[in-house]
């Protein structure tokens, strides 16, 4: 059975740090490539980061270039988000997701976890 669960979402501070985790079961992670999203409510699941199969490509959208990094390790079948640096408009239910994984879009990605909450406040 493919699954994907991720953790390490919590309650943080502005300027403060999180590191997600998602690990993955039931298939083969290297064969894929995982995606991190985010979705605030009242607006449309957008995609944070992505990092290709082998791990030589990755994507960051604008917002997070420079406070987010994206790594996996295959042989743990896990894939990791550290967020440093973060704002209140980095408040969101934060997902995982396997798929091809050509653009960094929702609609590229097939496997999804069940989500891990972020919200960032004082």
């Known amino acids: 059975q493919l699954q994907l669960v991720e953790s390490g979402g919590g309650l943080v501070q502005p300027g403060g740090s999180l590191r997600l985790s998602c690990a993955v079961s039931g298939f083969t992670l290297e064969y894929y490539a995982i995606g991190w999203f985010r979705q605030a409510p009242g607006k449309e699941r957008e995609g944070v980061s992505c990092?290709?199969?082998?791990?030589?490509?990755?994507y960051y959208r604008d917002s997070v270039k420079g406070r987010f990094t994206i790594s996996r390790d295959n042989a743990k079948n896990t894939v990791y988000l550290q967020m440093n640096s973060l704002k209140p408009e980095d408040t969101a239910i934060y997902y995982c997701a396997a798929g091809a994984g050509y653009v960094c879009s929702p609609y590229e990605y097939d496997y999804w976890g069940q989500g891990t909450q972020v919200t960032v406040s004082s």
């Open positions: 990092i290709s199969s082998s791990g030589g490509s990755t």
